[in-house]
């Protein structure tokens, strides 16, 4: 994935503590108080950039669905080319990015996903539909003897693998990466030989 050098913007700075701290604590153990002291401004001040906590979770949990989406067709299209093992791959690699580097969105998203208006809950669904068919188009292309209700169920089944990231010790970064990556080409193949 293409990363970000210039600095975060106010917003995403209080997105990031947000999530930390709703992680942390839950939706309803933080008050915005807590999270404008953690970017350096009043809880009040929170207000010109949202509306209120409600609108941060959602704006946290629908951006992420959005960005796997958005990244995972990126990815597709970057390296298509290369063939349907090399877009596993990169779709691997993207969301253990994803699973290392935003672990308190998974606790977030795990916890909190129910608190969300029904629209925005909805929405963070579709998107995520989008996504797990968009792997299961890949992986189906890998393995083609794979029925689509089992490439779902394994992709569903990787997904949690690589979300379980919350959960683990921090043995570094690479090392875990590696890790998970093995075990989600193994879980695929897996699949792909039954």
């Known amino acids: 994935?293409?990363?970000?050098?210039?600095?975060?913007?106010?917003?995403?700075?209080?997105?990031?503590?947000?999530?930390?701290?709703?992680?942390?604590?839950?939706?309803?153990?933080?008050?915005?108080?807590?999270?404008?002291?953690?970017?350096?401004?009043?809880?009040?001040?929170?207000?010109?950039?949202?509306?209120?906590?409600?609108?941060?979770?959602?704006?946290?949990?629908?951006?992420?669905?959005?960005?796997?989406?958005?990244?995972?067709?990126?990815?597709?299209?970057?390296d298509g080319a290369a063939g349907a093992e090399a877009v596993l791959d990169s779709l691997i690699e993207g969301h253990i990015d994803f699973a290392l580097d935003d672990r308190p969105l998974i606790t977030l998203h795990d916890r909190e996903l129910d608190r969300l208006r029904d629209a925005d809950r909805k929405m963070v669904r579709q998107l995520q539909r989008q996504y797990v068919e968009l792997w299961v188009g890949v992986l189906r292309e890998v393995y083609p003897a794979v029925a689509e209700p089992a490439a779902r169920s394994a992709v569903h089944s990787v997904f949690g693998l690589l979300n379980s990231t919350p959960h683990l010790g921090?043995?570094?970064?690479?090392?875990?990466?590696?890790?998970?990556?093995?075990?989600?080409?193994?879980?695929?193949?897996?699949?792909?030989?039954?």
Do not use: C, N
């Open 1 to 78: 994935m293409a990363t970000r050098t210039d600095a975060p913007t106010r917003r995403e700075q209080i997105l990031k503590e947000a999530a930390r701290l709703f992680a942390e604590r839950g939706f309803h153990g933080v008050g915005v108080d807590e999270i404008g002291a953690a970017v350096g401004i009043s809880g009040p001040g929170l207000y010109r950039h949202f509306p209120g906590k409600d609108a941060m979770l959602a704006e946290l949990l629908v951006g992420i669905s959005d960005s796997l989406l958005t990244g995972a067709k990126r990815r597709l299209a970057e």
């Open 170 to 194: 921090r043995p570094g970064r690479a090392v875990t990466a590696s890790l998970l990556h093995r075990m989600a080409r193994g879980a695929f193949a897996a699949v792909g030989e039954a």
